[in-house]
């Protein structure tokens, strides 16, 4: 196995959150008024691209400022600056993929460098959020964002190593030729990941991604 690009998930594990979507929700005080939504696509009686319209709705008319705000004071995992570069040093391409928001994404993925990012875009016009959001990544449809990406890069998903840590993020374990569950939230992330990593530190990644490239 060779391993020529490392995909990242955002939201718990380049950024200390859970979901910027909540977390906007939470300082905001829409929270409460968002779980109808979320109750409406776990059932199956809206789609992934409506719950995420609803969602946005609830700020509609608010200043982009506001919510960049908030995102900008999410911090970054620590030791994740050390690990892209030494990825980087690797000759590694470093890619985030989230089904979060560009306001958090973009910001992370200018820190810290990456070769390129994909979120979900927040809409807004003459520095007012629209209430409309576009869909790039939704919810468990990370195995095809991740093709894409490696198409763009002339590879193939089994040359990927992946890091993410919700159930989201098993659909593009399966298709990765390394998945690794960091810090995950549930024990199925793990049994669907090839390695499962506890670490207030994502430099805690480097070792085994080194293992498989020596070996390569």
């Keep these: 196995m060779k391993i020529k690009l490392v995909a990242f998930d955002v939201d718990g594990v380049l950024a200390q959150v859970y979901s910027i979507w909540r977390h906007i929700h939470e300082q905001l005080g829409t929270l409460e008024?968002?779980?109808?939504?979320?109750?409406?696509?776990?059932?199956?009686?809206?789609?992934?691209?409506?719950?995420?319209?609803?969602?946005?709705?609830?700020?509609?008319?608010?200043?982009?400022s506001l919510l960049k705000e908030i995102a900008n004071r999410i911090p970054i995992t620590p030791g994740a600056h050390k690990t892209i570069s030494e990825l980087k040093h690797l000759g590694l391409k470093t890619v985030a993929i989230s089904a979060g928001l560009d306001i958090l994404t973009d910001r992370i993925s200018a820190e810290l460098g990456l070769d390129y990012a994909v979120s979900n875009i927040l809409v807004?016009?003459?520095?007012?959020?629209?209430?409309?959001?576009?869909?790039?990544?939704?919810?468990?449809?990370?195995?095809?964002?991740?093709?894409?990406?490696?198409?763009?890069?002339?590879?193939?998903?089994?040359?990927?190593?992946v890091v993410?840590?919700?159930?989201?993020?098993?659909?593009?374990?399966?298709?990765?030729?390394?998945?690794?569950?960091?810090?995950p939230s549930a024990h199925q992330i793990s049994k669907a990941a090839h390695l499962t990593i506890y670490s207030k530190q994502l430099t805690s990644i480097i070792p085994p991604i080194k293992h498989i490239i020596n070996k390569e």
């Design 33 to 64: 008024k968002c779980r109808k939504y979320a109750e409406a696509y776990y059932s199956g009686k809206i789609s992934y691209d409506e719950w995420a319209r609803l969602d946005a709705s609830t700020w509609k008319g608010k200043p982009i």
């Design 124 to 161: 807004h016009r003459n520095g007012v959020v629209t209430g409309d959001v576009i869909v790039k990544v939704r919810a468990y449809d990370k195995d095809r964002v991740l093709a894409q990406i490696c198409r763009r890069y002339g590879i193939t998903t089994r040359e990927c190593a």
């Design 164 to 183: 993410g840590d919700s159930p989201v993020d098993i659909p593009m374990f399966r298709v990765a030729g390394l998945a690794i569950a960091f810090n």
